[in-house]
């Protein structure tokens, strides 16, 4: 028996599956052959790390740990929409306070527009250089009689 004819037998001998007259062949291989023999080994390893996982109890708090992720995940939603709407709800406040702020720049002038007026006839009063002086009004008076 050869080596590859041997590998590809090891998991029937593992399992005791093979005839007797086979699992004799294989048996003197593996006495022989020292690659057969570690392939083996290695098989027969690889069985018992799986026999340990399956003897491996599932963590009984793990549902309650999932089933909290997904309500977190839930909860985080609205927060997740809530951040995503935060810019168009700043620039929504800055449009609206913008506009209130003209409206009541322009309500105060409209107010205001009495004073503005009464400081121009205040202006004239007081500042005569753009008036004719009465001087000159009475001299020519006088000239033109």
Aim: proline share 1%; net charge negative; aromatic share 8%.
């Amino acid at each position: 028996m050869d080596c590859k004819e041997c590998k590809n037998k090891l998991i029937f001998y593992f399992e005791n599956s093979l005839e007797k007259e086979e699992m004799g062949k294989v048996k003197n291989h593996i006495a022989l052959c020292d690659e057969c023999q570690s392939a083996l080994n290695q098989l027969v390893k690889s069985f018992e790390i799986i026999e340990i996982e399956k003897q491996m109890r599932a963590n009984p708090f793990l549902a309650t740990r999932v089933i909290q992720n997904i309500q977190n995940r839930s909860n985080n939603t609205v927060i997740g929409l809530i951040r995503k709407l935060q810019p168009a709800l700043f620039s929504l406040l800055l449009v609206v306070t913008l506009t209130l702020g003209i409206l009541l720049g322009n309500l105060y002038q409209i107010n205001n527009s009495d004073v503005y007026v009464s400081d121009q006839f205040e202006e004239l009063y007081i500042s005569d250089l753009n008036q004719e002086n009465i001087e000159l009004t009475f001299l020519t008076e006088t000239s033109n009689e």
